[in-house]
């Protein structure tokens, strides 16, 4: 039995546990991104979208939840101060095993809450058929 047994409802354990290696590597890329002399707001832009993709796949590979992909932006600012929350965590004169942990953990439902917050799939937002808010149709008010 692992030191440190996950537990998983749904998926495949081994899976899951790698997607939050892959979670921990993108915060950590995140945080890294927005600092030193390579920082630019491109380079934090695709970091920030590759942390999205993989709180995806990160909650997916838990298993519990259905929700699909779209493009437009949940609740992301918990998101990020997640992720700098767990590099942070891992450094300093407090850092130490419960603190790394504990940065994880946050960082973990950081990845739920924002993948719970984005629209559902089904959803589609309702578009009126009145040709006075069709664009083009050459009508004026």
């Given at each position: 039995?692992?030191?440190?047994?996950?537990?998983?409802?749904?998926?495949?354990?081994?899976?899951?546990?790698?997607a939050?290696?892959r979670?921990?590597?993108?915060?950590?890329?995140y945080?890294g991104?927005?600092?030193?002399?390579?920082?630019?707001?491109?380079l934090?832009?695709?970091?920030?979208?590759?942390?999205?993709q993989?709180?995806?796949?990160?909650?997916?590979?838990?298993?519990?939840?259905r929700?699909?992909?779209?493009?437009?932006?949940?609740?992301?600012?918990p998101?990020?101060?997640?992720?700098?929350?767990?590099?942070s965590?891992?450094?300093?004169?407090?850092?130490?095993?419960?603190?790394?942990r504990?940065?994880?953990?946050?960082?973990?439902?950081?990845?739920?809450?924002?993948?719970?917050s984005?629209?559902?799939?089904?959803?589609?937002p309702?578009?009126?058929?009145?040709?006075?808010?069709?664009?083009g149709?050459?009508m004026?008010r």
């Open positions: 039995m692992p030191l440190q047994p996950r537990a998983v409802s749904g998926g495949d354990p081994h899976a899951a546990g790698r939050r290696q979670l921990k590597l993108a915060a950590i890329g945080v991104s927005r600092h030193g002399v390579d920082a630019d707001p491109d934090s832009r695709a970091a920030l979208a590759l942390l999205c993989i709180a995806h796949e990160f909650v997916e590979s838990l298993g519990t939840m929700k699909k992909r779209r493009d437009r932006e949940g609740h992301i600012e998101l990020k101060l997640a992720a700098i929350a767990y590099a965590a891992r450094h300093g004169i407090d850092a130490d095993v419960g603190m790394s504990e940065g994880l953990a946050l960082l973990c439902q950081g990845a739920i809450s924002y993948v719970e984005l629209p559902d799939e089904e959803v589609a309702k578009r009126t058929a009145d040709p006075r808010f069709q664009i149709t050459g004026q």
